[in-house]
């Protein structure tokens, strides 16, 4: 009957593990790459929308541009393979060109109402 509790002490044991490694705690900045996931999709899902569909559009190409670099960056502290983090290093690169040119534009096309 030892068994039993061994059983039950090794189950015990194991569910934060089993917890932590379903939650990516530990490989190597996933965990870190599905929070930053679920943020960006959140602040896509409440990001309010002008009404100017060319507006709309930059804004929203804007924020999703900067989550891209962001999430990029995790691969490239926390990635392994060479050509995954050549990749990473070449999105952080053309992103930033194109989150410039997205913020000119927005620069260049105010709100109504609002000034340059």
């Given at each position: 009957?030892?068994?039993?509790?061994?059983?039950?002490?090794?189950?015990?044991?194991?569910?934060?593990?089993?917890?932590?490694?379903?939650?990516?705690?530990?490989?190597?900045?996933?965990?870190e790459l599905h929070?930053?996931?679920?943020?960006?999709?959140?602040?896509?899902?409440?990001?309010?929308?002008?009404?100017?569909?060319?507006?709309?559009?930059?804004?929203?190409?804007?924020?999703?541009?900067?989550h891209g670099v962001?999430?990029?960056?995790?691969?490239?502290?926390?990635?392994?393979?060479?050509?995954a983090k050549e990749?990473?290093?070449?999105?952080?690169?053309?992103?930033?060109?194109?989150?410039?040119?997205?913020?000119?534009?927005?620069?260049?096309?105010?709100?109504?109402?609002?000034?340059?």
């Amino acid at each position: 009957m030892k068994i039993i509790p061994a059983l039950l002490t090794a189950a015990v044991l194991a569910c934060p593990v089993a917890a932590a490694q379903h939650e990516g705690v530990g490989q190597g900045g996933s965990h870190e790459l599905h929070e930053h996931m679920l943020k960006s999709s959140e602040e896509m899902k409440t990001m309010e929308m002008s009404g100017d569909l060319d507006r709309d559009f930059v804004q929203s190409m804007l924020t999703h541009h900067r989550h891209g670099v962001e999430m990029a960056q995790i691969q490239l502290e926390n990635g392994k393979d060479a050509k995954a983090k050549e990749f990473a290093r070449k999105v952080v690169q053309n992103q930033k060109k194109e989150i410039k040119e997205l913020e000119r534009w927005l620069e260049q096309h105010p709100e109504p109402g609002q000034t340059r």
